[in-house]
């Protein structure tokens, strides 16, 4: 039983000295080549991804990024892509399958930007064209939710093969103060929302949502930055390794057999031999 409540959680969640993308990228990846933009409209900082190495092996890398200093929160839009972010995410998953690499996705986003001139160049597409291109995708593909995973803005970069989530990370419908504002009529009942929705790493691991919880350091990812990455690591070569033994087709029917049993009562696709 975690020490923390799920409000609390939440606020542990949004720690502005969690590790980040980019945080995880620089520990854990080598010869990093970060891509930018759509080829269609423009760059979006908020999704920053490229092209590495895990351990020697090529990689695809790609995650949401809600920047550190008030400067960079600015830029990133505090971590809620436009769709040319996700223009730019699909992109370099293309690329992927098409050279035959895995993808990881780091999750930790608020929501996409719900603005008017997202809407205008195609906010609701983008993000569904994410989920329909990830559902079909025959490369292995390991999400990650390491801090707020919120709507189809994080589902977006998290149909995977395998979605882990860090301990007090939290992944939900919309945020808790959203939740209240629409329930209740009154967003002062974002803590009462929290214990309601479910969304801690526990609550949707017992439900099937989620594959793994990574353990953080005691009171929360911010504090030991180091713990954080080798548990990080140790993850990612275990569930790549589990992959492997996946071909191209398999892996996309384990991937939509998986979302497809989630909430019916059945249990999920799991690491059987295709």
Known sequence: MSRFTPEEKVKLARHPDRPGTADFIDALFTDFFEQRGDRFCGEDPSILGG???FHGRPVTVVGHRKGKSLE???RCNFGMPSPEGYRKAQRLMKQAE????PIITFVDTPGAYPGKEAEERGQGEAIARCLALMSALEVPIISVITGEGGS?????LAVANRVLMLEHAVYSVLSPEGFASILWKDSSRADEACGVMKLTAQDLRRGGIVQGVLREPEGGAHTDWQAVFRTMDAALTRELAGLE?????ALARQRYE????????LPPAGREEP
């Open 152 to 156: 189809g803005g994080a589902l977006a």
């Open 245 to 249: 033994k996946w071909k191209g087709p």
């Open 258 to 265: 998986m979302f497809r049993a989630m909430g019916q009562g």
């Open 51 to 53: 092209i590495a190495r």
């Open 98 to 101: 098409k050279f035959g690499r």
């Open 72 to 74: 960079e929160n600015l």
